[in-house]
Nanobody, 123 residues
Framework: QVQLVESGGGLVQAGGSLKLSCAGS????????MGWFRQAPGKEREFVAA????????YYADSVKGRFTISRDNAKNTLYLQMNSLKPEDTAVYYC????????????????WGKGTLVTVSS
């Protein structure tokens, strides 16, 4: 079993930045592809970004490409999401995800989920 705990959410003005973290426990995260999803009020959860296990290949939703950066520190068993140039439409609960396949993550078929951290972007 893998336990994932997100942190770093909060309130920020439009144009600002936040960095989310996802700490893993139970198993080493280096064996897993990792990803971030978000769910805005009244909307379905959507894919944000993913990163592979070995090559570190990254994938992004078009809506965040060029503004968000996903990264991982396997030594610290931690996943990150650097969010820049934030917009009010980025307001959502952000979830960390882990799966053996980055393809499965991009399809939303994830083995492990965190409980989420709220990001609110004011205009």
């Amino acid at each position: 079993q893998v336990q994932l705990v997100e942190s770093g959410g909060g309130l920020v003005q439009a144009g600002g930045s936040l960095k989310l973290s996802c700490a893993g426990s139970g198993r080493t995260l280096r064996s897993y592809a990792m990803g971030w999803f978000r769910q805005a009020p009244g909307k379905e959860r959507e894919f944000v970004a993913a990163i592979g296990q070995i090559s570190g290949t990254t994938y992004y939703a078009d809506s965040v490409k060029g503004r968000f950066t996903i990264s991982r520190d396997n030594a610290k068993n931690t996943l990150y999401l650097q969010m820049n140039s934030l917009k009010p439409e980025d307001t959502a609960v952000y979830y960390c995800a882990a799966d053996y396949s980055s393809y499965e993550i991009r399809q939303g078929a994830v083995d492990y989920w965190g409980k989420g951290t709220l990001v609110t972007v004011s205009s």
